[in-house]
């Protein structure tokens, strides 16, 4: 089983939508998650930490699900230039080194 | 603010040639480094980490090395490339405190041929 699993998608949605990614992880013992944006070739960027409590960031809001393992992203009126791949990211919980990246959920926003 | 370099940013090599790349961060002391691969359509995999000078961890064996010999300098090196070792590397650089955010350096695009 993946450490990290996310649908790749792609999801294909018009500007001014609302759109939801799941990412599930297997460890349990996992403390630090987070949600990261790459474009077409180019490096991964920091999107949001995400925190038991949930956070916002004006349109994203990352929410973790301990229970069932798993976190979520929700972007608000979408834009075009929010067209990405998303990573969920986790670390493994017994090394704080170890980071596990999910292999992308691509987001095509249409006008 | 805190910066991160990677150079060559494309490298096209023959197969069995070695391999040098390059990684520095600017503006933080300490940093933990690690360098990552990733495949087309793939995921990133973690291949080396480093929380200091001299310090290397391996997280998967293979014909690849990694050297930290100065605080803010990570570099990642092959005697002998393979066709398999085609990929997207990039280096990121995290905090000793705080949080555990990583942060990617531009990447270094290498085709084995």
């Known amino acids: 089983r993946k450490e990290v699993e996310q649908d790749p998608g792609p999801f294909n949605v018009p500007e001014g939508a609302t759109v939801a990614f799941n990412c599930t992880y297997s460890?349990?013992?996992?403390?630090?998650f987070f949600w990261y944006r790459q474009d077409c070739r180019k490096e991964p960027k920091l999107l949001m930490s995400v925190y038991s409590s949930g956070n916002e960031d004006g349109r994203f809001t990352a929410q973790l699900n301990r229970a069932s393992q798993y976190i979520s992203l929700l972007i608000r009126d979408s834009k075009l230039s929010d067209s990405a791949t998303y990573l969920c990211v986790v670390n493994s919980g017994y090394n704080f080194n170890k980071f596990y990246f999910g292999s992308g959920t691509k987001l095509n926003v249409k006008p | 603010s805190q910066t991160i370099h990677q150079w060559p940013a494309t490298l096209v090599q023959p197969v069995g040639s070695p391999l040098s790349l390059e990684c520095t961060v600017e503006?933080?002391?300490?940093?933990?480094l690690y360098w990552y691969r990733q495949a087309a359509g793939r995921g990133l995999q973690l291949l080396f980490y480093s929380v200091g000078i001299g310090q290397i961890s391996s997280e998967v064996p293979q014909n690849l090395s990694a050297s930290r010999p100065q605080d803010r300098q990570f570099i990642l090196s092959s005697k002998k490339l393979l066709l398999s070792d085609s990929g997207f590397y990039l280096c990121?650089?995290?905090?000793?405190?705080?949080?555990?955010?990583?942060?990617f350096g531009p990447g270094t695009r290498l085709t084995v041929t």
């Open positions: 460890n349990s013992a996992s403390q630090s």
């Open positions: 990121a650089w995290k905090g000793v405190q705080g949080n555990y955010e990583q942060y």
């Open positions: 503006g933080t002391s300490n940093p933990n």
